[in-house]
Structure formats: C-alpha cells, structure tokens
C-alpha cells in the first residue's frame, strides 16, 4: 500500500482558494489512479475528483468548474486547486490511491491519508 499525507487545508472567506497537496510515498505512484473525497459532519465521504494514472480527470458535479484535480509524478504528489469557494465545500478533504479500477466510489480506493480540515466562512 502507498502512504498519503494531505496537507493544505484551513480557513478561507467564501470566494477564496486553497490548494491541496497530497504527498505519495512508493516508486509506483505513477501507475496509480488518485482521488479526492470529502466529509462534512454527519454526512457520507463522498467524491470530489479523481485522476486516472494516464491523466484523465472526472468531477463531482458540485464542483465542476471550480475544482481542478492534477498531478506531479515526479514529485510522488496529486493537487487539488479549489476555487470560488463556497460555505457549503467546508469537510475534511482526504486523499485516496487505487492501484486497480478508477472511478468515484470510495470501495475502489485502498490507500487513505489522514485528512486535512477546510472551512469556509460565510
């Protein structure tokens, strides 16, 4: 299994950004699919975006056009730029590796972080 820490979170004014990192331990990370989830209090992890290890990239749509998923292979690291950010985005972000199918249910991720807060103020 790969190790991930997340990091980047914190406190933003609604229409802010923040830039998430995801750091990957390992010498595969490139043949990885990776993505991003969310937990608000009381309610299900649910997908943010994903990554496949080739490039494609697929969004929630709640944050279609707002969010934007990438990767460095070289640095072992995924991203997750968020911008126009809205109250309703406040959650703890975690990332996630597949080394089998990609897709947005969180069952095909084996590897997690530990997770980093954002919060959105009104």
């Known amino acids: 299994q790969v190790q991930l820490v997340e990091s980047g979170g914190g406190l933003v004014q609604a229409g802010g950004s923040l830039r998430l990192s995801c750091a990957a331990s390992?010498?595969?990370?490139?043949?990885?699919?990776m993505g991003w989830f969310r937990q608000a209090p009381g309610k299900e992890r649910e997908f943010v975006a994903g990554?496949?290890?080739?490039?494609?990239?697929s969004y929630a749509d709640a944050v279609q056009g707002r969010f934007t998923i990438s990767r460095d292979n070289a640095k072992n690291t995924v991203y997750l730029q968020m911008n126009s950010l809205k109250p309703e985005d406040t959650a703890v972000y975690y990332c996630?590796?597949?080394?089998?199918?990609?897709?947005?249910?969180?069952?095909?991720?084996?590897?997690w972080g530990q997770g980093t807060q954002v919060t959105v103020s009104s």
């Open positions: 996630a590796s597949s080394n089998a199918t990609y897709g947005s249910n969180r069952d095909l991720y084996d590897s």
């Open positions: 390992g010498r595969t990370f490139s043949s990885y699919n």
């Open positions: 990554i496949m290890w080739r490039g494609s990239t």
